[in-house]
């Protein structure tokens, strides 16, 4: 009896597996995206992937600029063996090496990407 359970059980599982294999075939097939009807489905998901595409740019800004913020506010703390005024020129260093970083990152974020239609 537990060999006739084990072997049902084994089966069925190899019949689910080819039925999503077969079902991810099906969908993959060049057969249905000749259709005409498909044309704009398409063309609102490549437009949604665009969409997508700027979110995550902005997502990756963002990471960015708040990396980049906690780096700042690290580098301008005054060290222990530090003089004053070593602190002020590298306090000052920095500042300027923040804007210029903080310039960049905001105009690799206005370029369009390598493959932006339009």
Known sequence: MRNITKKIMIFSMIGIIQTGFGA??????????????DRDHQEDRFDHRDHDRGEFRQREYDRKVREENDRY??????????????WRERREHEKHRHEEILQRLAQERDQPGPFHRG
């Open 24 to 37: 991810s075939i099906i969908e993959a097939s060049a057969f249905q995206d000749d259709r005409p009807g």
């Open 73 to 86: 506010e690290q580098e301008i703390q005054r060290r222990h063996f530090e003089s004053r005024r070593d």
